[in-house]
Every structure is written in C-alpha cells, then in structure tokens.
C-alpha cells in the first residue's frame, strides 16, 4: 500500500503563498490513480481541496480556492504539490494528501470516503 508524507506546512501572512507536498512511497505511486487534498479546520469537517487524476492530470478545485491553488505532480519524485497563493485566514486549517487506486469523478472526488490511504496532515495557518 503507498504511504503518503505531506510537508510544506507553516504561518503566513494573509496574501501570502505556501508550496505542500505529498510524496507517495515507492513504486506504490505507478498504481495511484487519484491524490487529493482535504483540510481540517477545528471544529469543522474534513472537505475537499483539490484533486489531481495522475495519469492525465486532470484537476479539480473547491471553488473556495478555484483560482488561487493548483496542484501538479512531479511522476519522477513521486510527489503531488498544491501551490496556494493569496491565501486568507480562512484557508488555516491541517491539510492532508490522500490516494486511491481508481480515478474520481467530478461529483465524487470530494468525497473523503473514496481515499485510502492518507497522509499524517500538515499545518497552515494564516494570519491576518
């Protein structure tokens, strides 16, 4: 099974930007399908972030950060990045990458039901 690693995490100012990345455990990455990332802010549920189908790279986005994330992958390093910029005080939360084996669709990717398995979360917290 692949094992995820998020780093990247840390504080920013509002209008700041952040790289994360989620790299995939060897050759376990050749069999993902889908990576996506969720956050967590406290007292809140887990959503959606973005999504990434690796052997295409077709994206999806929250429409809270549509415009402001992207997320790509680097296949070489195994690796998934979500770039965010202009980041608000609202996007502080604990984010963290997940996989699966099969591709998501856009009313399913979302659905943190779909993912197994998920990396340990990595902390953002903007400031105002």
């Known amino acids: 099974q692949v094992q995820l690693v998020e780093s990247g995490g840390g504080s920013v100012q509002a209008g700041g930007s952040l790289r994360l990345s989620c790299e995939a455990s060897?050759?376990?990455?050749?069999?993902?399908?889908?990576i996506a990332w969720f956050r967590q802010a406290p007292g809140k549920e887990r959503e959606g972030v973005a999504y990434?189908?690796?052997?295409?790279?077709?994206?999806y986005y929250a429409d809270s950060v549509q415009g402001r994330f992207t997320v790509s992958q680097n296949s070489a390093k195994n690796t998934v990045y979500l770039q965010m910029n202009s980041l608000k005080p609202e996007d502080t939360a604990v984010y963290y990458c997940?996989?699966?084996?099969?591709?998501?669709?856009?009313?399913?990717?979302?659905?943190?039901?779909?993912?197994?398995?998920w990396g340990q979360g990595t902390q953002v917290t903007v400031s105002s």
């Open positions: 997940a996989a699966a084996a099969v591709r998501a669709g856009i009313d399913s990717w979302a659905d943190r039901r779909f993912y197994n398995p």
């Open positions: 060897g050759d376990a990455y050749s069999r993902t399908r889908s």
């Open positions: 990434i189908y690796t052997p295409w790279g077709t994206t």
